[in-house]
T-cell receptor, first 117, second 110 residues
Framework: GAVVSQHPSRVICKSGTSVKIECRSL??????MFWYRQFPKKSLMLMAT?????????EQGVEKDKFLINHASLTLSTLTVTSAHPEDSSFYIC?????????????FGPGTRLTVL | LAKTTQPISMDSYEGQEVNITCSHN???????ITWYQQFPSQGPRFIIQ???TKVTNEVASLFIPADRKSSTLSLPRVSLSDTAVYYC???????????FGAGTTVTVRA
């Protein structure tokens, strides 16, 4: 159980274009989803927390207009990288949590490799 | 968020037991301890979670002393496929955020 999927697994785009990444909880309803980015040989950095039906909460230093997050349902959250630039190239990982349970374990998706040319 | 400290790397051989100790001196009363495993270019995979004493599942054991200021992940009889980065995290109650440290890179050799 507790499977989280991401689509696409990898994407290559030109500078200036926007890219949407989907995160789905396949076998449970996720009240809360999280988005992380990870640079090569570095640890995961939390970008934002996404609650179903409300605005995402962004970590300090993360541009909310650059990284648009939508959590429209209990099984789907999307991250849109707007006007992507080469420095946005990274590994983006989402996680999903049931919410309102203790402990609220996070289950991670397989990640999306974004390369901006 | 409680800060965690782990060794940067550990080397082992196939068939050996690997123990990774994580320090979390400022763990809060309600915090749980969770360990994840991550392979290159994959998302972290949940290994085990506990609050106190000992927890065991089919993959690993987690030992937590009474003061809960540290925890030890034990991987029995590792194989080459256990080569990965292992993260220790605390939280999941008052604040659902997770703060990833550097993790421990475990390298298993034949």
């Amino acid at each position: 159980g507790a499977v989280v999927s991401q689509h696409p697994s990898r994407v290559i785009c030109k500078s200036g274009t926007s890219v949407k990444i989907e995160c789905r909880s396949l076998d449970f309803q996720a009240t809360t989803m999280f988005w992380y980015r990870q640079f090569p040989k570095k640890s995961l950095m939390l970008m934002a927390t996404s609650n179903e039906g409300s605005k995402a909460t962004y970590e300090q230093g993360v541009e909310k207009d650059k990284f648009l997050i939508n959590h429209a349902s209990l099984t789907l959250s999307t991250l849109t990288v707007t006007s992507a630039h080469p420095e946005d190239s990274s590994f983006y990982i989402c996680s999903a949590a049931l919410g309102q349970v203790i402990p609220d374990t996070q289950y991670f998706g397989p990640g999306t490799r974004l390369t901006v040319l | 968020l409680a800060k965690t400290t782990q060794p940067i790397s550990m080397d082992s051989y196939e068939g050996q037991e690997v123990n990774i100790t994580c320090s979390h001196n400022n763990i809060a009363t309600n915090d749980y301890i969770t360990w994840y495993q991550q392979f290159p270019s994959q998302g972290p995979r949940f290994i085990i979670q506990g609050y106190k004493t000992k927890v065991t599942n089919e993959v690993a054991s987690l030992f937590i002393p009474a003061d809960r200021k540290s925890s030890t992940l034990s991987l029995p009889r590792v194989s080459l496929s256990d080569t990965a980065v292992y993260y220790c995290l605390v939280g999941l109650t008052n604040d659902y955020k997770l703060s990833f440290g550097a993790g421990t890179t475990v390298t298993v050799r034949a």
